[in-house]
């Protein structure tokens, strides 16, 4: 049998020496020996063993580990929502793109921040695949009038911040830095945190969307991408977006990392090395991991069935009370 405690070993032998001292005592003080003492003694007891999670099984599973955390930094503003990507829209490809990314970079550790209504991180670091491809498909333009203008100066000082505190928790392991957008900045000027480059050991900068342009489409109130397209309101013709590609490869050029135009560049992704140095940055291994079966609902379910008891037995005496006084 193993242990694979919720709580600290400390704590949890200071409750253990709690639950003797008071056990001791009881049987030392006669007034405390009662039957019902013992059994709510008991259920503290239990609940601490559900606690301390006993297990059994000596089972191996194989896992995939690599050293590395792959950082998402999205733009879903209603750009993205410009069907000029080889018939589809450009956050379709950007999704599509970030799923094959994980998949490149099996057992990494994956976050996404994007900016839509807001800047945000939409999903925190995770080591599951599963849950990273989840939230990726739920990422898509949010309604045309209340989505916010495009900052990508304020979404990687974001990500800066994020980024800085992933390396901080985690300095054995290396950050890798995608970011994918139209490079669309309607401030006009593109900031990039000093030392944003230092904190990144790779990644890319991939750009949606051509140079020509397309017509925007509108995102309703249910976050759907309609027919209907946004237009201009000094001039009443559809609103073109394109490509940004000057600001784009800027900053790539700042942060030392490539810069992909998505349509001329799809096979990029399916190298690592099209992010980064696979010698120095992506050491993957294949470990065992025990795979045991926890028991701790039995303790769970003794301790509940004895709280029942308890709970009848004072039921009984009140109703047996109640009936002696009429």
Not at 179 to 189: A, W
Not at 215 to 220: G, S
Not at 231 to 255: F, M, R, W, Y
Request: proline fraction near 3%; hydrophobic fraction near 40%.
């Amino acid at each position: 049998m193993i242990f694979v405690s919720s709580i600290p070993l400390f704590i949890f032998i200071i409750l253990i020496v709690a639950i003797l001292t008071a056990t001791v005592f009881c049987l030392i003080k006669k007034k405390y020996r009662k039957a019902y003492i013992f059994r709510r003694i008991g259920i503290a007891a239990l609940l601490v063993i559900a606690l301390a999670r006993p297990a059994i099984g000596t089972d191996t599973a194989e896992r995939n580990l690599s050293n590395l955390n792959v950082h998402f930094v999205v733009d879903n503003t209603g750009s993205m929502a410009t069907k000029d990507m080889n018939g589809k829209y450009r956050y379709e490809v950007a999704s599509e793109d970030m799923q094959k990314i994980v998949k490149l970079f099996a057992g990494s550790r994956f976050s996404i921040t994007t900016m839509d209504y807001n800047i945000y991180q939409a999903m925190p670091l995770v080591n599951d695949s599963t849950t990273a491809s989840s939230f990726i498909n739920s990422l898509s333009p949010k309604n045309s009038l209340l989505t916010m203008d495009s900052d990508l100066s304020s979404l990687l000082k974001y990500s800066y911040t994020r980024i800085k505190k992933y390396a901080k928790r985690f300095p054995e392991r290396a950050n890798i830095l995608i970011v994918m957008t139209d490079g669309e900045d309607d401030k006009n000027s593109t900031s990039i945190p000093s030392d944003l480059s230092s904190l990144v050991a790779g990644g890319a900068i991939i750009g949606y969307g051509s140079l020509n342009g397309g017509e925007v489409h509108q995102v309703d109130y249910n976050n759907e991408v309609t027919r209907s397209t946004i237009t201009d309101p000094a001039t009443g013709a559809p609103h073109i977006s394109k490509l940004n590609e000057t600001n784009l490869t800027t900053i790539a050029d700042k942060l030392g990392l490539p810069y992909y135009r998505r349509i001329s560049s799809s096979d990029k992704f399916d190298s690592i090395n099209s992010f980064s140095s696979p010698s120095i940055t992506y050491k993957k291994s294949d470990k065992t991991a025990r795979v045991s079966a926890e028991l701790y609902w039995i303790p769970m379910i003794a301790a509940f069935a004895i709280l029942m008891y308890d709970f009848s037995a004072v039921l009984g005496v009140i109703l047996l009370e109640r009936k002696v006084v009429k």
